[in-house]
């Protein structure tokens, strides 16, 4: 079975700074997908970012970038220049290729970054 | 942008009723997912579904649960006979192709409050 583990359930950062969000899951499979999902107050997730486990180059989206660390089971995601609308809840999640005909994801538990004026 | 919509925002419900949460996944896609959030814990897993049938469900997705694809547009959730502990956000999602690779896309959530 897949864990995702989020252990900061909240933090701040002042507008147009630097903050990196925190991420360790746990699978036995040697090929996955690591997500992080952004849910602003109107609810919806979106997709914010996505690495797949067997390429080493650490994906960006702009002003989003992540550091994957396979061996320590690591997926931080760096937000820079954040804006206030980055203020958000941010979930981290992890799927398998092929699982079945489909491929759940299973998640963290979520933190909620605040991005102060 | 194409959306998956889902309602009600909001259903409250006497425990032991039967309840029906509906989505409409983005039109071009094959797989639908349902997940709950309880307060305060983690997004779970549910049920996925493909080619009008369960393709996987957690244990949570007992015998109370159920999903069905009526008319084509529509995905629904249906609860038999709500408990208490189904008060929860229930997300729906779908996605092209039901590998890792492809993004899932989620709908806004409905509220479900079990009195």
């Known amino acids: 079975a897949q864990t995702v583990t989020q252990s900061q359930p909240e933090m701040s950062v002042q507008e147009a700074e630097t903050v990196t969000l925190s991420c360790t899951y746990d699978t036995s499979e040697s090929n996955y997908y690591l997500f992080w999902y952004k849910q602003p107050p109107s609810r919806q997730m979106i997709l914010v970012i996505r690495?797949?486990?067997?390429?080493?180059q650490n994906a960006t989206e702009n002003r989003f970038s992540v550091n994957f660390q396979k061996a320590a089971k690591s997926f931080s995601l760096k937000i820079s220049d954040s804006q206030l609308g980055d203020t958000a809840m941010y979930f981290c999640?992890?799927?398998?290729?092929?699982?079945?005909?489909?491929?759940?994801?299973?998640f963290g538990k979520g933190i909620t970054l605040s991005v102060r004026p | 942008e194409p959306e998956v919509t889902q309602t009600p925002s909001h259903q409250v419900t006497q425990m032991g009723q039967e309840v029906i949460l509906r989505c409409v996944p983005i039109?071009?896609?094959?797989?639908f997912y349902w997940y709950r959030q309880i307060l305060g814990q983690k997004v779970e897993f549910l049920v996925s579904?493909?080619?009008?049938?369960?393709?996987?469900k957690s244990e949570i997705f007992d015998d109370q649960f159920s999903v069905e694809r009526p008319d084509g547009s529509n995905f629904t959730l249906k609860i038999r006979s709500t408990k208490l502990e189904d008060s929860a956000m229930y997300f729906c999602a779908s996605s092209t192709a039901g590998t890792g690779n492809q993004p899932q896309h989620f709908g806004d959530g409905t509220r479900l409050s079990i009195l």
């Open positions: 039109s071009n896609h094959l797989y």
């Open positions: 579904f493909y080619n009008n049938e369960i393709s996987e």
């Open positions: 999640a992890l799927s398998l290729p092929n699982a079945g005909a489909n491929s759940k994801l299973t």
């Open positions: 690495q797949e486990a067997y390429k080493q």
